[in-house]
C-alpha cells in the first residue's frame, strides 16, 4: 500500500481520498477506522472517557454489559462485542471466547501446556483462556 499526503493550506479540514482497483473487505475495514476516528468511548459512571484502540488489552462481557481493559482500568462500553469485532482491526484484536476480544499487540505469554486450550497472558499480567472453539484461529493469527 502507497501513501501520500499532500499539505494544502487552504484546506478546513483533513480529507483522505481511498484509491483502490476493486472495494475489498480491507479498504472497508480501512474506510471505517478512518471515519470512526479509531477509538472507543468508554465510560466510568457519567463520565466520558476516550480510549485509544493501542491502549485497549481486552474487550469482555461482564454483568450483562460490555468492558474494556486498558492499564489504567476498567471501563464500561456502549457497544456489543459483535459490534467492537466488526469496529476494531481485525489484524489485532481476535476474540478468543463467546465472550471476551484480546488485542494480539498485548500478549506476552501464551502456554499451550493446558489440554485443547490456551491460556493467554496479557500485559499488566492480565490472565484469559481461549475456548477450545477459537484455538484454531488465534494460532493462526498467531502463525503458531
Known sequence: MRVEVHIDPDCREPRVTITAPVLTDEIRDLAARLEGG?????????????????????CFAQDKGVKAQTAEGVYDLRERLYELEARLDRHTFVRISHSEIVNLRKVTALDLSLTGTIKMTLAEGVVCYVSRRYVKKIKEALEL
Open 38 to 58: 479509531g477509538g472507543l468511548t468508554g465510560w466510568r459512571g457519567e463520565t466520558a472517557v476516550p480510549l485509544r484502540e493501542e491502549a485497549i488489552l481486552r
